[in-house]
């Protein structure tokens, strides 16, 4: 197929949730520190673009703290209603400030969280 990884991901992504999956944009996220001992969680997927995926979390989390020590990470996503998973496995970068602070004031009333990419 003639395309690449990214436009296929966009498309099952907007598959899944024009199928209405519930939290179609959620993903398990693993991480490890300095240990490499593993720990997965899930978070939301908020963009992606050509650059990967991007969420947000509190940098001073468990994730944000094991991801300054250990910037690769593996994600994880499941649609049981389009029988698919995806595999994402790569390099974790800090979006700019600017779109983290766009992020920031956008975010629930709340919120604690803050901006990795
Ligand atoms: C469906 C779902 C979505 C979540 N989305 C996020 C998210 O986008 N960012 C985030 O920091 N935590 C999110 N959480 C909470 C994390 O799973 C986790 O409990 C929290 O971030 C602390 O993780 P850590 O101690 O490993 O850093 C989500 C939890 C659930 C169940």
Known sequence: MNTT???RFREL???AE???I???NAFALATTGKELQPAARMVLL???????LVFYTNLQSRKGRQLTDNP????CFWWP???RQVRIEGRVEQV???EADKYFVSRPRGSQIAAWA
């Open 46 to 52: 908020k963009d992606v673009d050509e650059q990967g």
């Open 18 to 20: 024009q199928l209405g």
């Open 96 to 98: 700019s400030d600017q």
């Open 22 to 24: 519930q939290a179609h």
């Open 13 to 15: 992504l907007a598959q």
């Open 5 to 7: 990884p990214i436009v």
């Open 81 to 83: 209603q389009l029988q």
């Open 72 to 75: 690769r990470a593996s994600a």
